[in-house]
């Protein structure tokens, strides 16, 4: 559990702290992954819901993985299956979807940590492992769809512009191109208000603890 809660925080610093992608604390990230989804797989760890949030994490790295490799593989070869914006876009929506999901699974982390200081026996109901894959799954299931508007939305920019397409899907890739600029702007404010939130939660957590630590004392 200690290599685990290390796992955490640097996940804390590279997608919560660190204001952009950071090459090093990328590969390290991938490298804390991979160990954390050994350690969870060891009998010896009990798979509680926090478990359930990091395995998700560590999965979420894959996106990260396979974006990276697939630019490496594809550059020195010069390959060109399809057009390269639609290529680039699909790449992002990549990793857009792994920052994503791990800002709103260390979110829940954090609600998780303070339920377990403030209330710890009334919300013991809620802090199971049904409720968090249940929560996890949902959150994998918004993020695809945000990413697949995003996607969608290329096909609106000049050099990919539809060829020969009915009405429809042109009104459906002109609803995807606005709806991916919405959220964009929504994601960028949300991204802000998680990391104030974050924060605001583990200084609640500390000053609790800290009371906690004074009562006794007296």
Not at 5 to 26: A, D, G
């Amino acid at each position: 559990m200690r290599d685990l809660r290390r796992y955490l925080v640097l996940k804390y610093i590279q997608y919560l702290v660190l204001p952009s992608s950071n090459t090093l604390i990328t590969f390290l990230g991938l490298l804390g992954s991979l160990y954390a989804t050994l350690i969870l797989k060891s009998p010896s760890i009990s798979y509680k819901s926090t478990s359930v949030f990091i395995s998700h994490i560590a999965k979420a790295d894959i996106l990260v993985f396979v974006s990276t490799a697939f630019m490496m593989i594809m550059e020195p070869l010069d390959v060109k299956i399809i057009s390269a914006a639609f290529t680039t876009a699909l790449l992002q929506n990549a990793l857009t979807a792994n920052t994503h999901i791990s800002c709103l699974l260390l979110s829940c982390i954090t609600c998780e940590a303070l339920l377990i200081t403030i209330f710890p026996i009334e919300s013991r109901h809620i802090r199971t492992v049904k409720y968090a894959r249940l929560t996890s799954n949902m959150i994998w299931i918004i993020i695809i769809a945000e990413c697949t508007i995003f996607q969608l939305g290329e096909f609106q920019k000049p050099d990919i512009v539809s060829f020969g397409l009915k009405s429809p899907y042109i009104l459906l890739l002109d609803f995807c191109y606005r709806a991916a600029s919405l959220l964009r702007s929504l994601s960028y404010s949300i991204g802000l208000l998680l990391r104030v939130i974050n924060v605001y939660i583990y200084y609640k957590i500390f000053f609790n603890m800290s009371n906690k630590s004074m009562q006794k004392t007296k």
